[in-house]
């Protein structure tokens, strides 16, 4: 779709898919909010099935730029604590053990991609935790890639998002309106806003059926109208210099 240019110092807006490739509901739903909505990016998780499907849908479409979602595992808040539903390693304190799996991913999306990936982040945001931090900043570095969260190039706002801190639901946060609310309030320089689209019921992990929700919020008109309202320019981490 066309996207709004800016003026020279008004937002600039990255809209990050997380979990692509994740599931082909996942994949649908990015493809549908860059399609018909304001999802510029995404990051792909290179070790499911549907990684290969979604590479393919990238490819096809090189307006959407595509990062690596390091995918050291997933967990979730039960019984007052977080208990994993899986991990890739037996202990994320092994810095050797995951230094080698991050370079495997880092290896694994140029299989897929045929070039390095344009952003790094994480599932789960593992990499704020030492020794993933320190890992992966090294691997940003020398791929010459902004990290989600480092630096002060790119913010990055998690507020669009249908859960609390511990997963309790939280529908207002992914509702139109409240994604009006951080559009209207983005500052001069860029944000990265991220998303988690998908359709269906058939998704994994315990963030599922509020992707249908961000879906229906990214791609709903009164969105665009909104960032014409205020001058924001969407663009993409393949867009920055």
Known sequence: ????????????????????????????????????????????????????????????????????????????FRAQRWQPIYTVLPSLDDAGA????????????????????????????????EPVASIVSRVASALGVPLRGTGSRIRYSGAF??????????????????????LRSLEPGVTELGSHPGVGSAIPGPYSSERNHEVAALCDPRVISTILEYGVELCSFSDLP
């Open 161 to 182: 998002y249908g859960q609390g801190s511990k997963g309790e639901p939280d529908p207002r946060a992914i509702s139109v309106e409240s994604l009006l609310a951080i």
């Open 1 to 76: 779709m066309d996207v709004p240019v800016a003026p020279p110092g008004r937002p600039r807006l990255i809209v990050n898919a997380d979990d692509f490739g994740q599931s082909d509901g996942i994949n649908q739903g990015v493809a549908e909010a860059r399609r018909q909505g304001i999802v510029t990016s995404a990051s792909l998780m290179v070790r499911w099935p549907s990684a290969i499907a979604a590479a393919d849908q990238a490819l096809a479409h090189p307006d959407l730029s595509v990062g690596l979602h390091i995918d050291l595992g997933e967990w979730e």
């Open 98 to 129: 995951v230094e080698r799996e991050v370079d495997a991913q880092v290896s694994r999306f140029r299989d897929l991609m045929g070039r390095p990936p344009t952003h790094l982040d994480s599932h789960q945001h593992v990499h704020r935790s």
